[in-house]
């Protein structure tokens, strides 16, 4: 290993290590999913269980295991908390990230560090690396699956097909059949648009299919077995009827995914959409010689990874923002790559595109800095310290970004966006975790419990959300129980209820002892004690 790539690897080292493992647990599980995904965990690890994944101890099919084998994992390793909980995802990024730079360093040379830097440095990526759920895991594998075919189609390697088919069925483990059905889309408008249907001959090589059964099918077969009904709730309802209807009230209008593209990419979207730009304009001046040279065919080939899932996930009734996260690695490349071929013809930059490149850094800071008062009043907050601190701190990184793209051009485009980068993730580890878990987190909540009794004792809740009902499932480890269900313990428990419900519970409770213990502010939340149910007497 020369001087050169040492320094490569502890550079991407040290950028991973930050921006994907580095407070993990800085705040609590977000959300509906984290916990969720957690306790299944957590319940296939205490059973023993590599196969049904259940929540609360009943089956639990919406998403295959791969995450809750990693989880598993990772929990027997650093133990069952919400930091272990999100170290599958930060895993799979920074495998990702690696590949990525592997890739680019055989098949790309000189473009590898800068590619693996912004795929790595992308909003997008960054966050759903530090996320307790099954989007990374699926984007990882996908991206990884793409580039080793890629890597097949120039090289004819069959080393390099077996692990393309190898990293489907990883995929299809993560989250499903839309790793091959994406898969096999990209490749097929590859195909076309190429006019060489060799290439999809070529690809079903009969020991990759082979391999990804090999890998894929176990637990497929062995779920259906021991769960008769898996077919129906996930294949029909979780994937044909989710992407069909709206089931699950995530309806969005068509053209939801372009800012959540734009916003994933972030702080690299002024390059990716000027990517994107030059490569549809070569496609409509010259047709198909536009794809004529390896390079312009390793452009279209990430041109169409990057639109098949914007476009398919945008035709789907049920979106939510990580369905779209295949894509980003493949925007990414497409920005390196433009760097790349800009490198050599030209050294400096547009003053537009440094201009916007820059204030797009400053936004960046801008945005950490305030994050906090974002959290806390759910709007940005004008006036306020956080927001002062943010406007100045975003100034002096537009104009530090400004000068070095202006008079070094892209030999400084690498340092001028990584650092604001590091600093918006450092800046909101530090100012803005103590907000998000205060208001957002049920751990807190858990810890205030806690603080009362470490034994195990019933808990209820009353008007509730569901991040805080399977957040407390989660950091208690057991059921909660909802009053408006009409689940009330008999025996005594603690109720979670909204604040201003109090003189609601005497409907629930009659003849019962009801005392307050506390009260949970951030979040509007009131905890009781509420005593046994008397035993009548004869």
Known sequence: MNMRTRTDVLLLVACCGFLFFYGLGAFGLLGADEPRYAQVAREMLDRRDWVTPTLQGKPWLEKPPLYYWQAMLSFSVFGVNDRAARMPAAFDAALMIAFVYLFLRRFRPGSEIDGALIAAGCAGTIGFARAAATDMPLAAMFAIAMLAWYAWYESRARAYLAAF??????????KGPVAPFLAGVILLIFAALKRDWRILLRTLWIPGILLFLVVAMPWYVAVQLRNPEFFRTFILEHNLARFGQDLYHHRQPFWFYLPVLLLSLMPWTVWAVAAIAERLRLVWSEGKNAFSSDEDSWQLFLLIWLLVPVLFFSASHSKLPGYILPAIPAGALLVSDYLAVRKERESKISPW????????????????????????????????????AGAVASVVAFGIAGVLLSRTG?????????????????????????????????????????????????????????????????????????????????????????????????????????????????????????????????
């Open 165 to 174: 088919y190898v990293f489907v069925a990883l995929g299809t483990l993560a």
């Open 353 to 388: 595109l440094a201009g916007l490149h820059a204030a797009l850094c400053g936004g960046v800071v801008f945005g950490a800095l305030s994050a906090p008062g974002i959290v806390l009043n759910h709007r940005l907050a004008w006036g306020t310290g956080s927001y002062l």
């Open 410 to 538: 892209l030999r400084w485009l690498r340092f001028a966006t990584m650092v604001p980068i590091v600093v918006g993730v450092g800046a909101i580890l530090r100012l803005a975790s103590p907000m998000v878990d205060a208001t957002l987190s049920a751990r807190p909540i858990a810890e205030t419990i806690q603080s009362f009794s470490q034994e195990a004792v019933p808990i209820a809740v009353y008007h509730a959300n569901r991040v805080q009902e399977y957040g407390l499932e989660f950091y208690l480890n057991h059921g909660v129980q909802r009053y408006e269900l009409g689940q009330v313990p008999q025996e005594g428990h603690v109720l979670i209820a909204a604040r201003n419900t109090a003189g609601q519970l005497s409907g629930f409770l009659p003849a019962r002892k009801v005392s307050r213990l506390t009260t949970v502010p951030a979040q509007k939340l009131d905890v009781y004690w509420v005593a046994p149910t008397p035993i009548a007497h004869p």
